[in-house]
C-alpha cells in the first residue's frame, strides 16, 4: 500500500535556524497538508496545499512558516527562525480529494528546538 | 472558526467491555466526519468515517453514529481488546480539525 513519507523522522535545530521539513506525498494525490502535535496535545492543522499554492492556512502558520513544492514529488515544510514552542511533531498527509475523504499522514518529523 | 470537543480525555475498560467516545462540533457545514486512531510515537491512522447523509455505520466491532441535528457524533467499541489501547481523536470539516484526544486503555 502506498504511504506517506517525511524526512528527518527526528530534527534538532538551535533556536533561530531554519528548518525544512521534508515530504513525499502519494504519488496519485493532489492535495497536501501539514500538521502540528505538540507532545501530549491534539493534531493541529497548519496549512493545506493545492495546486501549487496554499488554499487554506490555520492561525498558527504565521509568516515565520511556508510551504513548496519544488518538483513533481517533494512537499516541504520551511521554519524560518525556530522558537522553543515550535518544538513537536510535524505530520504530512495527503488525499486524493479535497472533500470528505480520508488522509494519508506520514510518520511524522520530531522537531526539537533547543 | 470550527471547534470540536471530545470526552472523555481518558477511558478505562476491561478487555471485552465497550467504549464509546463522543465529539460536538459547531459548524453547521461539517459534512465529514472520521476517527482516527494513534498509537504511543505513531501517525494518525483512519479507522471509520462517516459522511453526513448517513447516521451509522458498521465496520466489525468499531461502529460510528451521526446526530447532525444535535451536531455530536460517537465512535462505539464493542469487544474491546488490549490492542485497541491507543488515543482516538475525532475530527470534523474538510480540514480536519481534531478533537483533543481521548486515551483509551483496555486492561487484560
Known amino acids: 500500500e502506498p504511504e506517506v513519507t517525511q524526512t528527518p523522522s527526528h530534527q534538532v535545530t538551535q533556536m533561530g535556524q531554519e528548518v525544512i521539513l521534508r515530504c513525499v506525498p502519494i504519488?496519485?494525490?493532489?492535495?497536501f497538508y501539514w500538521y502540528r502535535q505538540i507532545l501530549g496535545q491534539k493534531v493541529e492543522f497548519l496549512v493545506s496545499?493545492?495546486?501549487?499554492?496554499?488554499?487554506?492556512k490555520s492561525e498558527i502558520f504565521d509568516d515565520q512558516f511556508s510551504v513548496e513544492r519544488p518538483d513533481g514529488s517533494n512537499f516541504t515544510l520551511k521554519i524560518r527562525s525556530t522558537k522553543l514552542e515550535d518544538s513537536a511533531m510535524y505530520f504530512c498527509?495527503?488525499?486524493?480529494?479535497?472533500?470528505?475523504?480520508?488522509?494519508?499522514f506520514g510518520n511524522g518529523t520530531r522537531l526539537t528546538v533547543t | 472558526g470550527e471547534n470540536v470537543e471530545q470526552h472523555p480525555s481518558t477511558l478505562s475498560v476491561q478487555e471485552g467491555d465497550s467504549a464509546v467516545i463522543k465529539c460536538t462540533y459547531s459548524?453547521?457545514?461539517?459534512?465529514?466526519f472520521p476517527w482516527y486512531k494513534q498509537e504511543l510515537g505513531k501517525r494518525p491512522q483512519l479507522i471509520i468515517d462517516?459522511?453526513?447523509?448517513?447516521g451509522e455505520k458498521k465496520d466489525q466491532r468499531i461502529a460510528v453514529t451521526l446526530n447532525k441535528t444535535a451536531k455530536h457524533f460517537s465512535l462505539h467499541i464493542t469487544e474491546t481488546q488490549p490492542e485497541d489501547s491507543a488515543v482516538y481523536f475525532c475530527?470534523?470539516?474538510?480540514?480536519?480539525?481534531f478533537g483533543t484526544g481521548t486515551r483509551l486503555q483496555v486492561f487484560p
Open positions: 498527509a495527503s488525499s486524493d480529494a479535497e472533500f470528505r475523504t480520508p488522509l494519508h
Open positions: 475530527a470534523a470539516t474538510d480540514k480536519l480539525i
Open positions: 459548524d453547521s457545514a461539517s459534512n465529514y
Open positions: 462517516i459522511r453526513s447523509n448517513v
Open positions: 496545499f493545492y495546486n501549487n499554492e496554499i488554499s487554506e
Open positions: 504519488s496519485n494525490h493532489l492535495y
